[in-house]
């Protein structure tokens, strides 16, 4: 989630000039026209008023956001537009005509980005990575709730998989028989009728919608498609007797569909955060990552971090100090693979800009309609991490974006990669909790020397007396440094606290000045 420069080879990113090696969708451009076309477009057309490019013809505009609030709009997304051309157009030329118009803030081609994944098709019997990041602990905290609700935003999932389907966010509006499932047959038999009865401007979303093709139906067109065995890894039904098992412990996640053959189209992808924006998801995946920093598709993540959401993305698979976007846009959660011995996987990018390291090597989750298969990959990272996020709000409703993120990097352990102490992998190896050891047992990191670990507490606060203590007392303080409590040995009730970040400032001994134990502590 850090603000990254772009490499010096793509100059004038975001304003129309991508890198050569990316691809895009034949006679599309994708523009955020200036504030004096405001009123003048709606929803969509085939008339841009003023806007010139001799040669080309505009077939038609599509608003990116379908209803802008006045965040939206304060903030010009309700001037994103998807423009439409002959698809023989020469989309380079085109771009740089629209770059030239005073009517257009910034262009660039509507890029198709290639799905992040490192496949391996060899078979596994256990789910290593859950153990490793510490799972079962978090359970005994919490179970998930089915109000926390996910996305990912990739190829759609076979979301009828066995392991999937009761995992899945359902439109209450629009369940026409209040089954709680997607029967996609037309009225009355099934729920498919031709209206929008949640009033969001997208027609029989029952659980979600397909960006690319336009339709209420999000389903894959591959056996084999990725988005399968990501959402598994993501949101697997939990606790069913049956298959693989997941770190939220059972939320919904709604089946998007935003490309197909392997790519990811930034217009439908855009679209679909804005549906989030739009549906209250706390959390999403975007399984996919360029080498260009496309100004619309930054736009948007930022947006939805202000907005209060938690986009994530997968660092990329170059195996080199190499920003990957969206993963290095800022308010986005850029994370990169680790192995089982804990130090990053050879495929997987790295630098200043990741925020956390998660588990991405065999891990065996849901596979095409019904089965399953173990794969590599950053993004298999990626969907974890969203797990985790997801796990979190389910075990504390109030906390906000910013104190889940604080959480999820001060939860994280160290590696023992040259990598992680030279900065370049984040906060480090994820884990959803650690023991309750108490926050005060072992005072010996300086203010200067955080410590990765960290306690969950509810309720009650126990600070171990310390005979060489000059004080009988301590202090907790909040996210910002401000004191919040004081603290004295033995329980402390911290139940009246807001749900979030906290930490422990410790008297020093005799010799040393008072110093901070950066254990988090999360009440709830």
């Not at 451009?29 to 080309?56: C, M, S, T, W, Y």
Request: net charge negative; charged share 15%; aromatic share 8%.
């Amino acid at each position: 989630m850090r603000s990254v420069v772009a490499v010096t080879l793509l100059v004038a990113v975001g304003l129309g000039v991508a890198n050569a090696a990316d691809r895009y969708v034949a006679g599309q451009a994708i523009v955020k026209f200036v504030p004096a076309l405001r009123g003048q477009l709606g929803e969509n057309g085939n008339v841009v008023p003023g806007l010139d490019l001799p040669g080309a013809r505009l077939l038609r505009y599509e608003r990116l956001m379908r209803r802008p609030d006045e965040n939206a709009l304060a903030r010009g997304l309700d001037l994103q537009y998807l423009l439409v051309f002959d698809p023989s157009s020469d989309v380079p030329a085109l771009v740089a005509g629209l770059c030239r118009s005073p009517l257009v803030e910034y262009a660039c081609p509507n890029a198709l980005f290639p799905l992040d994944s490192v496949p391996d098709d060899s078979l596994y019997p256990e789910q290593w990575h859950l153990p490793d990041i510490n799972a079962p602990l978090a359970w005994a905290i919490a179970h998930g709730d089915s109000t926390v609700l996910t996305a990912m935003i990739a190829d759609a999932p076979f979301w009828t998989h066995p392991d999937l389907e009761a995992n899945i966010a359902v439109n209450a509006p629009e369940d026409l028989n209040g089954n709680r499932r997607f029967d996609t047959l037309p009225a009355p038999e099934g729920d498919i009728d031709g209206s929008d009865q949640d009033g969001n401007g997208f027609i029989d979303d029952v659980i979600g919608y397909d960006f690319y093709a336009r339709d209420p139906i999000p389903l894959p067109t591959e056996p084999a498609a990725a988005g399968t065995h990501y959402l598994g890894v993501q949101n697997a039904v939990t606790d069913n007797t049956i298959g693989v098992a997941a770190p939220p412990w059972n939320v919904r996640t709604y089946a998007l569909r935003c490309g197909d053959s392997g790519s990811i189209s930034m217009s439908a992808a855009i679209s679909a955060i804005y549906y989030c924006m739009e549906q209250n998801v706390w959390v999403f995946s975007m399984n996919f990552g360029s080498s260009t920093a496309y100004r619309p598709l930054s736009d948007a993540c930022l947006a939805a971090w202000n907005a209060g959401l938690v986009p994530c993305a997968p660092a990329g698979h170059s195996g080199a100090e190499q920003p990957s976007y969206p993963a290095a846009c800022e308010g986005v959660i850029a994370v990169a693979s680790s192995g089982r011995d804990h130090r990053k996987t050879p495929w997987s990018s790295w630098g200043t800009w990741i925020d956390v390291t998660a588990p991405g090597e065999d891990i065996l989750s849901t596979y095409g309609p019904n089965g399953y298969t173990t794969w590599d990959g950053n993004t298999a990272a990626c969907n974890i991490v969203v797990g985790i996020l997801a796990w979190f709000k389910s075990a504390l409703p109030d906390i906000s974006n910013d104190s889940a993120v604080a959480l999820l990097e001060n939860l994280c352990d160290t590696m023992p990669d040259s990598l992680y102490w030279a900065g370049k992998l984040g906060a480090g190896r994820v884990r959803m909790a650690v023991p309750p050891t108490g926050v005060a047992e072992t005072p010996s990191a300086k203010l200067q020397t955080p410590n990765r670990g960290a306690t969950i507490v509810r309720g009650v606060l126990h600070l171990k007396a310390n005979s060489e203590w000059r004080m009988a007392s301590g202090v907790l303080l909040d996210v910002s440094g401000r004191s919040v409590m004081t603290l004295r040995p033995g329980a402390n009730d911290v139940s009246r606290l807001a749900p979030g970040v906290y930490f422990v400032v410790e008297p020093g001994t005799r010799n040393e000045e008072p110093r901070t134990t950066t254990k988090l502590v999360v009440t709830r």
